[in-house]
């Protein structure tokens, strides 16, 4: 019925949104358990994350009599990629060069003595999909993600032996 990783999300423009919000949630925790398979929500699993907006929320779920608050948080990985308050890229790219190094320090470890063609090969397989997974979603705009990555593809360069 659920997923492990389901989301819930309004946009908020004043106290009514935030009002309206509390109450999906109230929904959701009621169908939960209340419905066929009972199940309990994990709160300590539940997070808040505020994008874009000032105004001062908190939400909660109710458990057994008891008031609990969510935790707000200001980054979440989710599919691989790492969301933040502030929609840039900077986490993401930071963490998928981090990846990427490693991998081409193996590879450098590995092979002293490469041409082109075997690294080229090597670097399709094992270093571009840690550069280019779901580039779609987080593409680099600013200056210094874009650097950072390409100090990834510089050390790649100087990998090969001409």
């Given amino acids: 019925m659920?997923?492990?990783?389901?989301?819930?999300?309004?946009?908020?423009?004043?106290?009514?949104?935030?009002?309206?919000?509390?109450?999906?949630?109230n929904n959701i925790y009621g169908v939960l358990v209340s419905?066929?398979?009972m199940i309990k929500l994990n709160h300590s699993k539940c997070?808040?994350?505020?994008?874009?907006?000032?105004?001062?929320t908190g939400y909660?779920?109710?458990?057994?009599?008891?008031?609990?608050?969510?935790?707000?948080?200001?980054?979440?990985?989710?599919?691989?990629?790492?969301?933040?308050?502030?929609?840039?890229a900077t986490q993401q790219c930071t963490k998928t060069a981090s990846k990427a190094?490693?991998?081409?320090?193996?590879?450098?470890?590995?092979f002293h003595m490469i041409d082109v063609e075997d690294f080229r090969i090597l670097y399709k397989i094992y270093v571009r999909p840690?550069?280019?997974?779901?580039?779609?979603?987080?593409?680099?705009?600013?200056?210094?993600?874009?650097q950072v990555l390409e100090k990834v593809q510089q050390r790649a360069t100087k990998c090969v032996t001409v």
Wanted: some cysteine; proline content about 3%.
């Fill in 2 to 25: 659920f997923a492990d990783d389901t989301k819930i999300w309004r946009t908020i423009k004043d106290e009514t949104d935030s009002i309206r919000l509390q109450q999906d949630l």
């Fill in 35 to 37: 419905g066929p398979l």
């Fill in 47 to 56: 997070k808040v994350m505020h994008i874009g907006h000032r105004v001062q």
């Fill in 60 to 88: 909660c779920v109710i458990e057994e009599a008891l008031t609990k608050k969510l935790d707000e948080t200001t980054e979440e990985k989710d599919l691989g990629i790492y969301l933040t308050d502030d929609l840039k």
């Fill in 101 to 110: 190094t490693p991998v081409l320090r193996m590879i450098k470890r590995n």
């Fill in 130 to 146: 840690h550069m280019e997974y779901a580039v779609q979603a987080w593409s680099p705009y600013m200056l210094k993600d874009i």
